[in-house]
Nanobody, 120 residues
Framework: QVQLVESGGGLVQAGGSLRLSCATSGISFRITDMSWYRQTPGKQRESVATIGSGGSTNYADFVKGRFTISRDNAKNTVYLQMNNLKPEDTAVYYC??????????????WGQGTQVTVSS
């Protein structure tokens, strides 16, 4: 059974830092991209950051310079270091993994989400 388990969320004051982790298990095929998304009530889930299997990264404009995504391929784990947090970063953060089952078939897996709350 495939599982993605996020941890590290919580309550922090504006300007503070948090580090999210997402550990995967039960995945037998190669994981290509790993990403963090976030969602607030009434809004669509939005991409925060993505990291490829080779380490290439992509960030949403609203987190550039503040957040850093990284991964440990040996552990199939992805991290999100969040610095200089702002109240508008408050959201549920979700981990996503794209698994390449075969060249023409990728499967998306999601974690259950972890709440990040930034107080002003």
């Amino acid at each position: 059974q495939v599982q993605l388990v996020e941890s590290g969320g919580g309550l922090v004051q504006a300007g503070g830092s948090l580090r999210l982790s997402c550990a995967t298990s039960g995945i037998s095929f190669r994981i290509t991209d790993m990403s963090w998304y976030r969602q607030t009530p009434g809004k669509q889930r939005e991409s925060v950051a993505t990291i490829g299997s080779g380490g290439s990264t992509n960030y949403a404009d609203f987190v550039k310079g503040r957040f850093t995504i990284s991964r440990d391929n040996a552990k199939n784990t992805v991290y999100l270091q969040m610095n200089n947090l702002k109240p508008e970063d408050t959201a549920v953060y979700y981990c996503n993994a794209v698994v390449s089952v075969r060249p023409t078939l990728n499967i998306n897996y999601w974690g259950q989400g972890t709440q990040v709350t930034v107080s002003s």
